[in-house]
């Protein structure tokens, strides 16, 4: 199989890592992954926030829980198994929202273009650590740290830039099974 196609096809999002640390130049390989990816106007829009520092991933987690436990508040109702699942999560880890990633990469972007073309770059940068034998995940949640004001200020967030991603690098301690797909929905004009 094409090497391309099968990184495509081979790629989850994992979310339980080894305690080990990432050398510098695989990371650097991974944001200049993400650095090549196509843009509108060939804008590239973004700019890229690695962090590794233990107390600032608290910090993180800290300014990302609560709003991310409010958002599954609203899911008791519309789906309590759900709800019930994502909360024992929440019980059960110690960072149920960055996973005890040993990196966080933050994609911030602004301009008119950011939101087509920095996701281009969030994609990149997954299939690249993938390649590199890292596992990878996108988590919102994780980017729901915007109006900290101390958080602003680490990532040095202006008003005009949003926060795409957080991307989780790390070695994954365990790689999970391929999820069922759907067909996809196809219309051929001939």
Not at 41 to 54: G, L
Not at 83 to 105: G, H, N, T
Not at 166 to 183: A, C, N, S, V, W
Request: glycine share 6%; with cysteine.
């Amino acid at each position: 199989m094409n090497p391309v196609i099968e990184a495509i096809m081979k790629r989850r999002s994992v979310r339980s890592y080894e305690p080990k640390p990432i050398p510098k130049d695989i990371i650097q390989t991974i944001i200049t992954a993400g650095n090549e990816a196509p843009s509108a106007m060939n804008s590239q829009p973004w700019r890229f926030v690695i962090v590794e520092d233990k107390a600032t991933k608290s910090k993180l987690l800290g300014a990302a829980k609560p709003g991310a436990k409010k958002l599954f508040d609203s899911l008791k109702e519309i789906n309590p198994e759900r709800y019930e699942m994502v909360m024992q999560r929440f019980k059960e880890l110690e960072d149920p929202i960055y996973y005890s990633a040993p990196v966080i990469v933050f994609v911030i972007g602004s301009g008119r273009y950011a939101s087509h073309s920095c996701p281009l770059a969030c994609e990149n940068m997954m299939l690249a650590a993938h390649s590199l034998g890292l596992g990878s995940c996108w988590v919102g949640f994780g980017a729901m740290v915007t109006e900290d004001a101390e958080i602003r200020k680490i990532l040095e967030l202006k008003d005009d830039e949003t926060v795409f991603g957080p991307i989780l690098l790390g070695y994954p301690k365990e790689y999970p099974e391929r999820p069922d797909k759907k067909e996809p929905q196809v219309k051929w004009i001939a």
